[in-house]
């Protein structure tokens, strides 16, 4: 999966799961403070993100290191490449 | 202890979504069934009439708050600031923790339930729930979700039983207030559509059947023709305060809660029990101190049952017999279930205010089992100075409510 589909498919699930409009969707945006999601929309995000993408993310410790919308896009890259796909 | 006052309304049904719009096709003598596309696929499902709300304005909610909703707490949320900006009550009164909120419905989202255990069963996995669908499903999501979005700190409280939630959840706001825990309290029901709740009235054979081709002749409660219920949806909330704060700040006062009884028939689980119907209705009249003749109308249950409705006659025409008006609103808008007790309360709060008797739409030749009281079949103008309200619910459960035209 490329970085732009990883985007984009990210973006998606702001939009769709957390009616967030997309011009704010940028890499620097703190998820919590900018895009103001809150702990109970977190638990949500990894669902949606999960569904999205295919994978499992709910354990990782890395998770728990995301701040930005950037820090988040990236770390679904990795993912990604890890599991070859 | 302290007197009660009804101060505010507010409703989402399947003829309106405002107290306005719901009357007006009331005196119009509308009828909500609708064949509803998409049952058929469900096996096993006979009735294929419902009598759906409609949701709008819900992203009026911001996301954080509507995220824990389903769609019956949508309808309370939007029922409730309806019925609290009627009330006009001054800004301060919802912020401190005399005012509180009661609010039953028969269970939780019924469409959140069976998202999630569709999301649930196919791999036992439960990992792919969203975690707000888990307050879509509680029992108490409507009081939870009412109570998180006005910021209500006073008593939050549900009162779910089957089609006498929302009256018992007056009945207990009304014992709050007189008994002085709080000031003011926001009750009522609410209930969403769905065919799983269908089906559990279906398998009773409770449903109406024979008329999904022909879904306006149907429900038709007390006529000789009736053959069930047809599920309906909404929300109905009041606002009741402490009579004495409500005329010290001159609030409109539709009417004085007089008394309120609850009580189980303790012999069937789904059967009515006319003895049992007519020893609450009996304690109402004694707690409110008033005679039968002294009521004006009563409204009814009748959802239209051939069991359920011959029950309530019997035990109506024994108290009142034929002197006083009855009607049952369940040939307009179906049995609204948790919200019904609420919604068809202020229906008949709306009739007292207006002097005039909506009919029991679909009822042309009452059922034999179903006379010896004075049906409504045709608008009637009477002036309404005291009015019953009846409830019964799955278990046996039975509630009545007085209200008086305040002076």
């Given at each position: 999966?490329?970085?732009?589909?990883?985007?984009?498919?990210?973006?998606?699930?702001?939009?769709?799961?957390?009616?967030?409009?997309?011009?704010?969707?940028?890499?620097?945006?703190?998820?919590?403070?900018?895009?103001?999601l809150?702990?109970?929309?977190?638990?949500?995000?990894?669902?949606?993100?999960?569904?999205?993408?295919?994978?499992?993310?709910?354990?990782?410790?890395?998770?728990?290191s995301?701040?930005?919308?950037?820090?988040?896009?990236?770390?679904?890259?990795?993912?990604?490449?890890?599991?070859?796909? | 202890?302290?007197?009660?006052?009804?101060?505010?309304?507010?409703?989402?049904?399947?003829?309106?979504?405002?107290v306005?719009?719901?009357?007006?096709?009331?005196?119009?003598?509308?009828?909500?069934?609708i064949?509803?596309?998409?049952?058929?696929?469900?096996?096993?499902?006979?009735?294929?009439?419902?009598?759906?709300?409609?949701?709008?304005?819900?992203?009026?909610?911001p996301?954080?708050?509507?995220?824990?909703?389903?769609?019956?707490?949508?309808?309370?949320?939007?029922?409730?600031?309806?019925?609290?900006?009627?009330?006009?009550?001054?800004?301060?009164?919802?912020?401190?923790?005399?005012?509180?909120c009661?609010?039953g419905?028969?269970?939780?989202?019924?469409?959140?339930?069976?998202?999630?255990?569709?999301?649930?069963?196919?791999?036992?996995?439960?990992?792919?729930l969203?975690?707000?669908?888990?307050?879509?499903?509680?029992?108490?999501?409507?009081?939870?979700?009412?109570?998180?979005?006005?910021?209500?700190?006073?008593?939050?409280?549900?009162?779910?039983?089957?089609?006498?939630?929302?009256?018992?959840?007056?009945?207990?706001?009304?014992?709050?207030?007189?008994?002085?825990?709080?000031?003011?309290?926001?009750?009522?029901?609410?209930?969403?559509?769905?065919?799983?709740?269908?089906?559990?009235?279906?398998?009773?054979?409770?449903?109406?059947?024979?008329?999904n081709?022909?879904?306006?002749?149907?429900?038709?409660?007390?006529?000789?023709?009736?053959?069930?219920?047809?599920?309906?949806?909404?929300?109905?909330?009041?606002?009741?305060?402490?009579?004495?704060?409500?005329?010290?700040?001159?609030?409109?006062?539709?009417?004085?809660?007089?008394?309120?009884?609850?009580?189980?028939?303790?012999?069937?689980?789904?059967?009515?029990?006319?003895?049992?119907?007519?020893?609450?209705?009996?304690?109402?009249l004694?707690?409110?101190?008033?005679?039968?003749?002294?009521?004006?109308?009563?409204?009814?249950?009748?959802?239209?049952?051939?069991?359920?409705?011959?029950?309530?006659?019997?035990?109506?025409?024994?108290?009142?017999?034929?002197?006083?008006?009855?009607?049952?609103?369940?040939?307009?808008?179906?049995?609204?279930?948790?919200?019904?007790?609420?919604?068809?309360?202020?229906a008949?709060?709306?009739?007292?205010?207006?002097?005039?008797?909506?009919?029991?739409?679909?009822?042309?030749?009452?059922?034999?089992?179903?006379?010896?009281?004075?049906?409504?079949?045709?608008?009637?103008?009477?002036?309404?100075?005291?009015?019953?309200?009846?409830c019964?619910?799955?278990?046996?459960?039975?509630?009545?409510?007085?209200?008086?035209?305040?002076?």
């Amino acid at each position: 999966m490329t970085e732009q589909e990883v985007i984009k498919l990210t973006n998606e699930v702001f939009v769709d799961s957390f009616e967030i409009e997309k011009s704010k969707l940028l890499p620097q945006a703190n998820i919590f403070v900018d895009l103001g999601l809150d702990s109970l929309d977190v638990v949500d995000l990894v669902v949606a993100l999960q569904k999205k993408f295919g994978v499992t993310i709910r354990d990782d410790e890395r998770v728990r290191s995301i701040r930005t919308l950037g820090d988040l896009q990236q770390f679904i890259l990795t993912i990604k490449k890890e599991i070859g796909k | 202890m302290k007197r009660v006052a009804i101060t505010g309304l507010g409703v989402i049904t399947p003829l309106g979504n405002s107290v306005e719009t719901f009357i007006s096709a009331l005196e119009r003598k509308e009828n909500a069934s609708i064949y509803m596309p998409g049952w058929e696929k469900y096996k096993g499902l006979h009735c294929l009439v419902g009598a759906p709300a409609r949701l709008e304005d819900e992203k009026l909610i911001p996301r954080q708050n509507r995220r824990s909703m389903g769609r019956l707490s949508i309808f309370a949320v939007q029922a409730a600031q309806q019925a609290l900006k009627d009330a006009s009550l001054p800004q301060e009164a919802l912020s401190n923790n005399r005012l509180g909120c009661v609010i039953g419905s028969t269970m939780g989202s019924a469409e959140s339930i069976a998202e999630a255990f569709e999301i649930l069963i196919p791999d036992n996995d439960l990992s792919q729930l969203p975690s707000t669908k888990f307050f879509q499903c509680v029992s108490h999501t409507a009081a939870l979700n009412v109570g998180q979005f006005l910021g209500i700190t006073g008593t939050v409280m549900a009162t779910n039983a089957a089609c006498a939630s929302g009256l018992q959840a007056i009945g207990a706001g009304y014992d709050l207030i007189r008994t002085g825990q709080q000031d003011i309290m926001l009750c009522g029901g609410a209930e969403g559509l769905h065919p799983t709740v269908v089906g559990s009235f279906d398998v009773l054979f409770a449903t109406s059947t024979k008329f999904n081709q022909n879904p306006k002749a149907t429900p038709r409660p007390f006529d000789a023709k009736r053959d069930g219920l047809v599920c309906g949806e909404g929300a109905g909330i009041v606002v009741l305060e402490d009579y004495d704060l409500a005329k010290k700040r001159n609030a409109k006062i539709y009417a004085e809660i007089i008394s309120y009884s609850s009580f189980g028939n303790g012999s069937h689980v789904s059967e009515s029990n006319r003895q049992a119907i007519a020893s609450c209705i009996n304690e109402t009249l004694i707690r409110a101190k008033i005679s039968p003749k002294e009521v004006d109308y009563i409204n009814a249950h009748a959802t239209a049952t051939i069991q359920g409705d011959k029950e309530e006659a019997a035990a109506i025409a024994k108290i009142f017999g034929d002197q006083i008006p009855v009607s049952s609103l369940k040939g307009n808008i179906g049995h609204t279930l948790g919200a019904s007790g609420a919604i068809e309360l202020i229906a008949s709060l709306m009739m007292m205010e207006k002097n005039r008797v909506y009919p029991t739409l679909n009822l042309e030749d009452p059922d034999k089992e179903c006379r010896g009281i004075n049906h409504v079949m045709q608008p009637l103008s009477k002036k309404i100075n005291i009015l019953l309200k009846n409830c019964f619910a799955f278990g046996g459960i039975n509630v009545s409510l007085a209200c008086k035209k305040s002076a």
